[in-house]
């Protein structure tokens, strides 16, 4: 027994040397389909992460992990908190101590007419009230302090693990900080929220008129959602320790791509950088067995059944105009081959058509090692018949 158990080891190791050892002129087969990224772009932030949340992947990160002060992104934790235990009709007193926080304000005044959450919230996230925070924090939590640790808790559930919160607007304080892939797991829990993904896209919101009777408007400081097209949101910071600090999403072609930079110079140009990155320097391919008509999604590799071909169809078509062309003859056949993708529904293909890319990707010697697994296998069986 102890020797089948050492032979089956040993087959398993064979089988796994094949697969993830190729011969060295095919070291490196990924970069010839494109399967290898671009290096990231150079940005100003400190810290960054990119995330595709339609596929699920970390798509590039420098310094994702190391906690650091984020200023205002702060306060998407403190809207997430408030929409899940509060109502947003509910009527808020404005306290002096809600007042007169400072720094970014919407300028509330002690005992004016109560406020609604939703309108707090609307400053909040919009201008980047720190008066509207700490109303929202004293609603909700009775006091800072109290909603700092509803905040802590929630940030335990989402999971994060390098971040404390003290303070419900993010500014400076040595036990305030977070990072950025802690940031990220708000910004994509608190988007999956619909009140709070509606206020992240609201470009300008009304709100009730000071005590004078002036009126008070507030409009979004997230600048990409007027400059970067399928900008959905969702938040800005800044302050002397942090620097400007922006967590952002974006839609595009069915996949919807965050980003979280901290420690900036130039927030909104790094997000566009890494956007750019991001939607032009990845896409979705699909695997198919060479032998079948059904395409599954690749998201992070899929599951080969030994012995099975698989071609690679890079999801990114150039749109080309269709011309004749003759195979070029040679001694060898090419590394890859070209067809006309033509949708079945169409009597003839348009002009311009698409042309994808088709190219095989190997498992190198998998038949060979399924067979010598074989060949193990009946000479094993053999020598025990004769014992």
């Known amino acids: 027994m102890r ?18 050892a190729a011969p060295p002129s095919r070291a490196h087969p990924s970069s010839d389909l494109g399967l290898i990224p671009p290096d990231p772009p150079e940005v100003t932030a400190d810290a960054w992460i990119i995330y595709d949340d339609t596929y699920g992947q970390v798509l590039a990160e420098i310094d994702a992990d190391s906690r650091r002060s984020v200023a205002s992104v702060t306060k998407i934790l403190t809207a997430l908190v408030v929409l899940e235990n509060a109502g947003s009709e509910d009527l808020v007193i404005i306290t ?29 996230m919009l201008w980047s009230a720190n008066d509207a925070a700490v109303a929202l924090a004293q609603h909700v ?9 509803m905040m802590n808790q929630e940030a335990t559930r989402l999971g994060l693990t390098d971040s404390n919160f003290v303070n419900p607007h993010g500014l400076d304080h040595p036990d305030h900080f977070s990072s950025a892939r802690d940031i990220l797991r708000i910004s994509v829990a ?13 470009r300008s919101f009304s709100l009730p008129p000071t005590p004078e009777g002036e009126p008070r408007v507030t409009v979004n400081r997230n600048d990409l959602l007027a400059t970067y097209p399928g900008t959905l949101g969702i938040k800005t910071g800044y302050t002397g320790r942090a620097l400007q600090t922006l967590s952002a999403v974006a839609q595009r072609d069915q996949r919807r791509i965050h980003v979280v930079v901290l420690g900036s110079q130039d927030h909104f140009a790094d997000v566009t950088v890494l956007f750019d990155y991001a939607f032009g320097g990845f ?48 001694d060898e056949p090419g590394p890859e081959s070209e067809t006309v993708a033509v949708s079945p529904e169409t009597e003839a293909p348009a002009s311009p058509v698409t042309r994808r890319t088709e190219r095989q990707v190997e498992l190198p010697g998998i038949r060979d090692a399924l067979a010598w697994i074989w060949n193990y296998w009946q000479g094993l069986g053999a020598k025990n018949d004769r014992s």
């Open 3 to 20: 020797v089948v158990r050492a032979g089956a080891l040993l087959a398993v190791a064979c089988l796994t040397v094949l697969l993830v």
């Open 96 to 124: 002096e101590t809600a007042a007169s926080v400072g720094e970014s304000e919407i300028g509330l005044v002690a005992g004016e007419a109560a406020w609604t959450v939703e309108e707090l919230l609307a400053a909040l």
């Open 141 to 149: 939590g009775g006091s800072v302090a109290g909603f700092a640790e």
């Open 190 to 202: 608190a988007m999956e929220n619909p009140a709070f993904a509606r206020i992240a896209a609201t």
């Open 283 to 330: 896409g979705p391919l699909t695997l198919v067995p060479a032998t079948s008509d059904a395409q599954r999604p690749l998201a992070g590799g899929v599951a080969a059944q030994p012995g099975t071909d698989f071609e690679v169809f890079p999801d990114r078509a150039e749109q080309l105009t269709p011309e004749p062309e003759e195979p070029e003859v040679g």
